[in-house]
Structure formats: structure tokens, C-alpha cells
């Protein structure tokens, strides 16, 4: 049975470069020579599945926490004014964001802010207002 490779022009970018990291993290792991005769494919398995976890988390709670990091003069026009009344908002301190996702946990800080006209607060990239 053939597998679908899946491919978008963001990851065929980076593809060569995922190519060298996989050498240079197999090297690191198991030296040139590869696993150790005996080496089940299990274990192999487990370890690669593991190293995926381990980067898919870090890749997406990183793009998520720069996506987020922006000034509120560096976002879009939308989303530097109140959702209800189109205000001005005052930035408040950020809070820590928990999603389960299926590339698995992702935390990162939200930005929150705060209309005084409306006397609500709401996290700037979602556009509704918050508790």
C-alpha cells in the first residue's frame, strides 16, 4: 500500500532542509552506523514518534506565540479597535492560552485588551468580547 506524501509549498520549501535534520538527528541517535543490530522496529518507531511530538509542539506553540507577540499598532486595522463600538482599547497584560490541538498542546501568552466605553475585555486576534 502506497502512502500519500503531503505536500504544500510552505513544507516543499523546507523539505531539503527537514531532509538534513532527520540525518542529523539519526546520526546523533545511533551514530553512522544506524540502530544496533537486534534494534526492533517498535522501538525505532516509538523513538521517531516521540521526536515528532516533541517538534510538532514546539513549531506550533512558537508560531502561535509570535502570531500573538505583535504591538497593537503592528496588527491589521481590524484588530487595534474594540469589536463592539470600534474604540480605542487599552492593552492588558497578556494571559496564558492552553489549546489541544492535533499536532498536540499548544500554549502560549494571548493578548488582551480593554475598552472602557464598553467596559469589556476581549483577546484582539479572536474579535469577541471576552468575561
Known sequence: MAFTKHTSPALDEVRPYLH???????DRLYGPSGPKW????TE??????????????????????????????????????????AGATQAEDPEPRLVHTRGGEA????PRDFCRRCRRAFFPAVQESGD
Open 20 to 26: 538534513g535534520v532527520a540525518k542529523h538527528l539519526v
Open 38 to 41: 537486534g534494534t526492533k522496529l
Open 44 to 85: 525505532i518507531e516509538d523513538l521517531l514518534v516521540a521526536i515528532q511530538s516533541v517538534i510538532g509542539e514546539r513549531m506550533l506553540q512558537q508560531a502561535l506565540q509570535r502570531q500573538a507577540a505583535p504591538a497593537v499598532a503592528d496588527r491589521p486595522a481590524e484588530y487595534q479597535r474594540c469589536p463592539g463600538c
Open 107 to 110: 500554549e502560549w501568552q494571548e
